[in-house]
């Protein structure tokens, strides 16, 4: 089970620790939704080529390219500077899809109130967060994790750092958000 939280807004240290609110305010998948937009599905991790809501996921929503990342400090070439720019708050003009294979980690998202949201993301969890949302991205204290990401079509890397209202994803999204 994915769990989520509203974050302590004035949280200090390190990035990678959970930073509930006290006492802790948990979101469940139902209300992550409908503050976000951000969907999570439970996939086979050890075998996600057969697995079929995966399949027919990619087949419905034309998810035609894929590839895989590992976050380590062995594995990914300036793993400090690249974890700070992860950790950035940015939006993207397509949909950020992530399946993760090991290891976790968590993804930060702004919900309709402009608080943080931290999903942990844990072997088999895939998350979809849509284009125009505020996010970033941290490891956690495992400081590890492989996941497979998905796009349609060529992926776009593009990261557009906060503020970046005026881009129509943006505003896409928040027609989308406030209209549900």
Same mark, same amino acid.
């Given at each position: 089970? !994915?769990?989520?939280? #509203?974050? %302590? ?17 948990? $979101?469940?998948?139902?209300? &992550?939704?409908? &503050?976000?937009? $951000?969907? +999570? ?6 075998? @996600? ?6 399949? /027919? ?28 720019? #992860? #950790? /950035? ?19 930060? $998202?702004?919900?309709?109130?402009? =608080? ?10 895939? &998350? ?23 796009? !349609?079509? *060529? @992926?776009?890397?593009?990261? +557009?750092?906060? @503020? %970046? ?6 505003? *896409?999204? &928040? =027609?989308?958000?406030?209209? #549900?």
């Amino acid at each position: 089970m !994915v769990l989520a939280w #509203f974050m %302590a807004e004035n949280w200090s240290g390190d990035q990678r620790e959970e930073h509930h609110k006290q006492p802790p305010e948990f $979101v469940e998948l139902g209300t &992550l939704y409908k &503050l976000t937009r $951000v969907e +999570h599905y439970k996939v086979d991790q050890l075998n @996600p080529s057969n697995d079929e809501l995966l399949n /027919e996921l990619k087949k419905n929503r034309g998810y035609s390219y894929e590839d895989e990342i590992t976050c380590s400090k062995e594995c990914l070439q300036d793993y400090e500077n690249k974890l700070k720019m #992860f #950790f /950035e708050e940015h939006l993207h003009t397509d949909e950020e899809i992530r399946l993760v294979l090991e290891g976790s980690g968590y993804f930060d $998202v702004r919900d309709v109130n402009d =608080s943080w949201i931290r999903i942990k993301v844990e072997p088999g969890d895939l &998350l979809i967060i849509p284009k125009g949302i505020y996010h970033r991205f941290t490891l956690d204290t495992n400081n590890f994790i492989r996941a497979k990401r998905l796009f !349609v079509g *060529e @992926p776009v890397w593009t990261p +557009h750092n906060r @503020p %970046a209202d005026h881009m129509e994803c943006r505003k *896409e999204y &928040l =027609s989308q958000i406030k209209s #549900f």
